[in-house]
C-alpha cells in the first residue's frame, strides 16, 4: 500500500501507541492524532502532531521508528492494520466520533497532566482524556 506523507505519519502512531490493542484501540489512537489536528492548541497537520516534542513516547525513545523493520507475524499484521485505518481515516471512509479527547496514557503510568483534563474513558490499556 503506497499511503501519502500525512496517512504514514498517522500509521506509525497508531503502530506504535497501540500495536498491541484491537481495532477499537487503534481507532482510538487515530481519533485522539486527528482531534489534536483539529484543535487549535496543536499543529494543524497530521505529521506536526505526531513529531510534536514529547506529545508521543515512541518519537523520543532512542529506538528506531520504522514499523517495517519488525518482523514477527503480529507486529506485520499491526503495521498492515495501521496503514489502512489511517488510510481511511484520512479519506473519510472511516469517519471518527467528535470526541474532543486529547489526550491519553497508558493504564499504568500517572502523568502529572491528568488533573487538568476531564477524564473520558479507557480503551484497552489506555485512558482518555479531553
Keep these: 500500500m503506497i499511503l501519502s506523507a500525512m496517512a504514514m505519519c498517522l500509521a506509525t502512531n497508531i503502530f506504535f501507541e497501540a500495536r498491541g490493542e484491537d481495532l477499537m484501540g487503534k481507532l482510538a489512537i487515530a481519533e485522539v492524532t486527528m482531534n489534536r489536528v483539529a484543535s487549535d492548541k496543536y499543529p494543524d497537520n497530521v505529521c506536526d502532531v505526531v513529531w510534536q516534542r514529547k ?46 479527547v486529547t489526550m491519553y496514557h497508558a493504564e499504568y503510568v500517572k502523568p502529572y497532566w491528568v488533573k ?15
Design 55 to 100: 506529545q508521543f513516547s515512541w518519537t523520543h525513545d532512542g529506538k528506531h521508528d520504522d514499523p517495517s523493520r519488525f518482523t514477527s507475524k503480529t507486529d506485520k499484521e499491526a503495521w498492515r492494520d495501521s496503514q489502512v485505518m489511517a488510510h481511511m481515516v484520512l479519506s473519510g471512509e472511516l469517519p471518527l466520533a467528535s470526541s474532543g
Design 116 to 130: 487538568h483534563y476531564e477524564y473520558s474513558g479507557q480503551i484497552g490499556k489506555h485512558l482518555f482524556y479531553k
